[in-house]
C-alpha cells in the first residue's frame, strides 16, 4: 500500500476535515485481493490455510497499469474530496481513452521492456488436447425444416428476397454424428481443408455457394460493434448474457406477419440452428450486429461468413475451451459425402461430381447399431424441446443442391489474401502451392489468424508485439531458451518481416533452425548464424533462412545445428547468439 498525502484542505469550507487526507493507493498485487473482497469471498475466522507457493513467474502488467498507477497517485494528491479509489480509476480510464498512440507510447515502451523479461524466463503453457467420442452440436437442421415446413407463400418470398431462398429447399433431418466426428479429426483449420486418405480438399466459399446456395461474394459480414446500437434489438428479443431464446424465436416465427421482424427473426433462428450454431443452447446476440438494417442483408458474403465460423468454433472445440462443437457441420458432411472421399470404410457409396445431393444414400452393410447412434444423439437440446420435432432414420438429404466439378479459367484460391491470377483449373493446385499470397498462420499457440504473410507481419506487431523478440540486421542477438521453450518469434526492426527460431529434441540433443515465415515460392535469401558456446568450445551453423508458411513438426526441413546434452547448462536452458543478414538475391553472397 502506497501513501500519497494530499493538499491541506480549504479551512473556510466547514464541511472540510482540518487534518491532512491520507489516501492508501494500492499496489498491483493488492487489486487481485479487493476484488476477491467485492465478490464477498473471505476466509473464516479461526482457519490459518498454508498459501500455495507460487512457483511461476508472476504476470507483469500492461500499459493501462503503468500509466494508471502513475495517474492515481496524481489524481488523488490533486482531488482529496474524491471518493476514493473507484472514481481515481474511472477517471484514469477516461484519461486513457482520450489518449493518442504518441501519449500511450511511453507507457508501452516500459510495458514492453518488462514483458521481455518476462518472456525470457516464463515458459509458454502448452494447450491440453481434448479426447472427444461423442459428437455434441447445435446444428439442429432437423429443428430448422418443421419451421420451413410452416411458412406461408409470403413468407417464403421474404427469405427468397433477402437471399436465403436455398435454405427452403432443404430436406435433412439428421446429421451422421459418427461421420461429422471423423471428419473433425481430418480437418485442418490453418489450411482450411479436409485431409482424407492422402488427399488435401481445400474448401472455399465458393464451395459454400454451391452446396448451402448461400452467396460468395459481396462485403464482410461483420458481428460486432457497440451495444448501443443493439440496445433496442436486444431489448425486443429479450436477449441476456446467455443469447436469444430458441423458443422465443419459433414463437415469433409462427406468426403469419411477413415483414422486416420476420425476416430479422429468421435470419436469427437459420444462424443459431443450421449455419453459425455456437456451443451454447441459445442464439449469439452477436448476430444483431449486421440485422440492423434488413435492406442490404442480400449483399453480405454469407458464404465467406460461414466458412470463417466453422473454422473459428473447430478451433475452440479442440483447444477445449467449450465441449459442444458450433459451426454448420452439415456442410462438412455434405461435402465429404458428394465426393465421395474415404467413404469405402464407412459404408457409404462415392457418387460424380455432376449426381445430385439428393441421391447420395447409405449403403445396406451400415449397422443397425449406428443408425441408433445417430438418431439417440441427434440434437442437444432438452427433451422438452424435441417433442415437436419428428425423428426419421436416413442420410443428410439437401435438395435442389448440384455440385459440378469445375473446369476452364478459375480465380486463384488465395483471392481472399489478394491474389487476382486467373489459372486453368487443372493448374490450380500447382499454382497455389508458388503463389505469393499463400496463406501463413499465426506462430502462436493460441492464436487463428491466417492470412498472407505481409498481413501476418502487421497482424503481429498489433496484436502479439509482447510475444516475440525485436532486432536488427547485421548485428549479433542473445537468445536465451528455456527447457520447455521450443519456439521463439523473431521480428525484424526494419521491415517487420517474421523468422521462427525452432528449437527440436532428438536422442543425444536439441535441433536449432531459422526459417522465414512466407510462402514458399519466396524469393528472398536470408543468412543467418547461430553460435552456441561453453566454455572454451563452441558450435557453429551458418546456414539460410528458408519461407516456410508456419511451424513445422519433427525434423526440420532445411539445415540445422545440433546442440548436444553436455553443451547445455544444469537448468536445460539452451543459450545461442544469433545473427540474422540483411536479405540477398538467390545465389548471392
Same mark, same amino acid.
Given at each position: 500500500m502506497v501513501e500519497v498525502e494530499a493538499s491541506p484542505p480549504d479551512l473556510n469550507d466547514k464541511a472540510s476535515s482540518p487534518h491532512h487526507t491520507m489516501i492508501m493507493v494500492p499496489t498491483e498485487g493488492e487489486f487481485a485481493m479487493g476484488k476477491r473482497k467485492d465478490q464477498g469471498i473471505s476466509e473464516p475466522e479461526g482457519s490459518r490455510k498454508k498459501k500455495k507457493k507460487q512457483v511461476a513467474t508472476p504476470r507483469p502488467a500492461c500499459s493501462w497499469v503503468h500509466f494508471s498507477r502513475d495517474f492515481i497517485k496524481e489524481y488523488s494528491a490533486t482531488h482529496p474530496e474524491s471518493s476514493g479509489l473507484k472514481a481515481a480509476t474511472k477517471a484514469a480510464s477516461d484519461a486513457w481513452k482520450l489518449m493518442g498512440p504518441e501519449e500511450k507510447a511511453k507507457y508501452t515502451t516500459r510495458a514492453r521492456e518488462v514483458w521481455d523479461k518476462y518472456l525470457s524466463s516464463a515458459p509458454a503453457r502448452a494447450p491440453k488436447p481434448r479426447r472427444q467420442t461423442k459428437l455434441v452440436t447445435r446444428c439442429s437442421p432437423g429443428r430448422l425444416l418443421n419451421v420451413l415446413q410452416r411458412l406461408t407463400p409470403d413468407q417464403k418470398e421474404a427469405v427468397k428476397s433477402m437471399g436465403f431462398g436455398n435454405i427452403l429447399g432443404l430436406r435433412c433431418r439428421t446429421l451422421r454424428r459418427s461421420l461429422c466426428l471423423w471428419l473433425l479429426e481430418r480437418f485442418n483449420t490453418v489450411r482450411r481443408s479436409l485431409e482424407i486418405c492422402g488427399e488435401r480438399i481445400p474448401l472455399t466459399p465458393r464451395d459454400v455457394e454451391l452446396v448451402m446456395g448461400l452467396p460468395a461474394s459481396g462485403k464482410d459480414v461483420v458481428n460486432s460493434g457497440s451495444d448501443e446500437l443493439i440496445l433496442q434489438l436486444r431489448k425486443r428479443y429479450n436477449a441476456t448474457n446467455r443469447g436469444i431464446s430458441v423458443r422465443l424465436l419459433e414463437e415469433r416465427l409462427a406468426a403469419p406477419e411477413a415483414g422486416e421482424d420476420f425476416k430479422r427473426s429468421f435470419v436469427l433462428y437459420v444462424m443459431g440452428t443450421l449455419l453459425c450454431p455456437t456451443a451454447r443452447l441459445d442464439v449469439s446476440p452477436s448476430f444483431l450486429h449486421f440485422l440492423t438494417n434488413m435492406d442490404v442483408l442480400h449483399q453480405y458474403n454469407w458464404g465467406k461468413f460461414l466458412l470463417d465460423r466453422l473454422v473459428r468454433?473447430?478451433?475452440? !472445440?479442440?483447444?477445449?475451451? *467449450?465441449?459442444?462443437?458450433?459451426?454448420?457441420?452439415?456442410?462438412?458432411?455434405?461435402?465429404?459425402?458428394?465426393? /465421395?472421399?474415404?467413404?469405402? =470404410? &464407412?459404408? +457409404?457409396?462415392?457418387?460424380?461430381?455432376?449426381?445430385?445431393?439428393?441421391?447420395?444414400?447409405?449403403?445396406?452393410?451400415?449397422?443397425?447399431?449406428?443408425?441408433?447412434?445417430? *438418431?439417440?444423439?441427434?440434437?442437444?437440446?432438452t427433451e422438452q424441446e424435441h417433442a415437436h420435432t419428428d425423428s426419421i432414420e436416413g442420410n443428410v438429404v439437401c435438395a435442389e443442391i448440384e455440385v459440378v466439378a469445375g473446369s476452364g479459367p478459375v480465380p486463384c484460391g488465395n483471392i481472399k489474401y489478394g491474389c487476382t491470377e486467373i489459372v486453368d483449373y487443372s493448374k490450380k493446385r500447382d499454382h497455389e502451392e508458388a503463389c505469393p499470397y499463400a496463406p501463413c498462420p499465426c506462430p502462436l499457440q493460441?492464436? %487463428? !489468424? $491466417?492470412?498472407?504473410? %505481409?498481413?501476418?507481419?502487421?497482424?503481429?506487431?498489433?496484436?502479439?508485439?509482447?510475444? /516475440?523478440?525485436?532486432?536488427? +540486421?547485421?548485428?549479433?542477438?542473445?537468445?536465451?531458451?528455456? %527447457?520447455?521453450?521450443?519456439?521463439? $518469434? &523473431?521480428?525484424?526492426?526494419?521491415?517487420?518481416?517474421?523468422? &521462427?527460431?525452432?528449437?527440436?529434441?532428438?536422442?543425444?540433443?536439441?535441433?536449432?533452425?531459422?526459417?522465414?515465415?512466407?510462402?514458399?515460392? =519466396?524469393?528472398?535469401? +536470408?543468412?543467418?548464424?547461430?553460435?552456441?558456446? %561453453?566454455? =572454451?568450445?563452441?558450435?557453429?551453423?551458418?546456414?539460410?533462412?528458408?519461407?516456410?508458411?508456419?511451424? !513445422?513438426?519433427?525434423?526440420?526441413? $532445411?539445415? !540445422?545445428?545440433l546442440v548436444p546434452f553436455a553443451h547445455l547448462d544444469s537448468s536445460g536452458q539452451l543459450d545461442l547468439e544469433i545473427c540474422i543478414w540483411s536479405p540477398t538475391e538467390p545465389g548471392s553472397e
Open positions: 468454433e473447430i478451433s475452440r !472445440f479442440r483447444q477445449g475451451k *467449450q465441449r459442444a462443437v458450433g459451426g454448420c457441420l452439415l456442410f462438412l458432411q455434405v461435402v465429404c459425402m458428394d465426393r /465421395g472421399l474415404g467413404m469405402g =470404410s &464407412l459404408g +457409404y457409396k462415392a457418387q460424380t461430381d455432376s449426381m445430385p445431393l439428393r441421391a447420395v444414400e447409405p449403403m445396406q452393410e451400415v449397422s443397425h447399431a449406428q443408425d441408433m447412434e445417430d *438418431q439417440e444423439y441427434e440434437d442437444t437440446f493460441n492464436c %487463428k !489468424f $491466417v492470412d498472407s504473410s %505481409k498481413q501476418l507481419s502487421s497482424h503481429f506487431s498489433s496484436k502479439h508485439w509482447d510475444s /516475440g523478440r525485436h532486432f536488427q +540486421y547485421d548485428c549479433p542477438l542473445p537468445i536465451s531458451l528455456s %527447457k520447455k521453450e521450443t519456439f521463439l $518469434v &523473431l521480428q525484424a526492426e526494419k521491415d517487420g518481416i517474421l523468422f &521462427l527460431l525452432s528449437k527440436g529434441t532428438q536422442s543425444i540433443g536439441h535441433t536449432i533452425v531459422i526459417t522465414c515465415i512466407g510462402p514458399r515460392s =519466396s524469393k528472398e535469401c +536470408y543468412l543467418y548464424d547461430v553460435v552456441s558456446e %561453453k566454455g =572454451s568450445s563452441s558450435l557453429r551453423l551458418k546456414s539460410s533462412a528458408h519461407s516456410f508458411p508456419g511451424r !513445422f513438426q519433427g525434423l526440420p526441413p $532445411v539445415d !540445422f545445428l
